[in-house]
């Protein structure tokens, strides 16, 4: 079957340690996106990647760092210098990165700091 | 600055009922509107999507508008069940030549028997 998987499902990260979240897809998409949710709040964009090797910084970049270097993979890693880190994310892809697609998402990672 | 609500407040309604839920916006005009359904714990599943030229769109039971003088879309739900009980968050497009979104916090459905 045809999706996105992020891995781990839960995760807890240790003050002043870096993490990385893992995304897959083999949809064949050429974008993928990573957001972050916080109770209460809508889906906030991190970083997004139109092809292999290029990425952008979305609305809340600091302190998250990403890599693009095959067409279905794109880790997300929250470094240390991401102060409040505990918080649902999820990885997302659209089939090309225009507006009017619809986004396929994973299931989430919760990191929780301990 | 773009700004999306729904109303924040949880929906209860009773099974058999149409749930009404809103997504209002102001300082943008989107040319695509999307609707998504998630779970507690899981991921946005992908409803429906409607452009800024149709007024609206439906798929089985579910129904959405795009008023873009009010900057509104409202999303119904005809003859709910329990199981449509899900948060449901509406999506603008961030901008023209990518694909990211702009969300809306959700608004949480109860759908009782």
């Known amino acids: 079957d045809g999706g996105i998987t992020q891995s781990p499902k839960y995760l807890f990260r240790k003050e002043g340690q870096n993490v990385t979240l893992s995304c897959e897809q083999n949809l064949n998409h050429d974008a993928m996106y990573w957001y972050r949710q916080d109770p209460g709040q809508g889906l906030r964009l991190i970083y997004y990647s139109q092809i292999v090797n290029d990425f952008q910084k979305g609305d809340i970049a600091e302190g998250y760092s990403v890599s693009r270097e095959k067409k279905e993979s794109f880790p997300l890693t929250v470094t240390s210098a991401q102060k409040n880190p505990t918080a649902f994310y999820l990885c997302a892809s659209t089939e090309w990165g225009q507006a009017g697609t619809e986004a396929f998402f994973g299931q989430g990672t919760r990191l929780t700091v301990v | 600055s773009q700004k999306i609500e729904q109303n924040s407040e949880a929906l209860n309604i009773q099974e058999g009922k149409t749930a009404t839920l809103t997504c209002n916006y102001t300082n943008y005009s989107p040319a695509y509107l999307q609707w998504y359904r998630q779970d507690p714990g899981r991921g946005p599943v992908f409803l429906l999507l409607?452009?800024?030229?149709?007024k609206e769109k439906r798929k089985e039971r579910l129904k959405v508008t795009f008023d873009t003088t009010l900057k509104q879309s409202l999303f119904h739900i005809t003859a709910s069940q329990p199981a449509d009980s899900a948060t449901y968050l509406c999506a603008l497009d961030g901008s023209s030549n990518t694909g990211k979104l702009i969300f809306g916090q959700g608004t949480t459905l109860q759908v009782k028997p």
């Open positions: 409607i452009r800024e030229n149709e």
